[in-house]
Structure formats: structure tokens, C-alpha cells
């Protein structure tokens, strides 16, 4: 969770892995708002890893989406209203 929040604060595209429990639902979070992509642990090659890595660093469409994410959060709360409710939300939104 904090990595995630981290990640959005700093607008940096996040590739993600999820291994357990809320860390699914977190990844499925991140896909669906295009904040990042996610892949499955074990499952994927080094050369598909790194196919992914490369896309979240030239494609500028992740940068913008996620100033666009921050952005829309800021005018509606306050830092700590933005962790609160971040936390809330993804806190229920396991998928497994």
C-alpha cells in the first residue's frame, strides 16, 4: 500500500506483482486506472518482464494518467483525507 501511494504521490508508473492477499485487488486497481501494469509472479519470462518495463517507461501515457489520478484526488481532499480514503477503498477491493 505504501509503495502504491508512493508511486502516485511521485507519479511514477508502477509495475506490480502481486503475491497475496489485498496485494491482487491493489494490482487490479493500478491496471484499471492505467497507472501501471501487473503480471504474475513465476509466470512470466525475463524477456516479457522487460517488454513491460520498457512500455511504462516510453509510454507517456502512464505519467499522464497518473498526474491526472493526483490531480483529481488533490482538489477533492487533504493529504491525510486522500490516504484515509485511498486506504478504504482498496482495502475492499481484494480480488483473488
Excluded at 512470466?44 to 493526483?70: C, R
Aim: proline share 4%; hydrophobic share 45%; charged share 25%.
Amino acid at each position: 500500500m505504501q509503495s502504491l501511494k508512493e508511486s502516485i504521490a511521485y507519479r511514477v508508473p508502477m509495475l506490480v506483482y502481486p503475491v497475496w492477499w489485498d496485494q491482487f485487488g491493489y494490482a487490479a486497481r493500478v491496471a484499471y486506472y492505467g497507472l501501471g501494469l501487473t503480471g504474475k509472479l513465476g509466470k512470466e519470462s525475463p524477456k516479457a518482464m522487460k517488454q513491460k518495463m520498457e512500455k511504462l517507461l516510453v509510454e507517456g501515457l502512464f505519467k499522464t494518467n497518473l498526474a491526472d489520478f493526483e490531480a483529481a484526488i488533490s482538489k477533492k481532499y487533504t493529504p491525510g483525507q486522500i490516504i484515509e480514503t485511498f486506504e478504504s477503498v482498496m482495502a475492499k477491493a481484494v480480488i483473488v
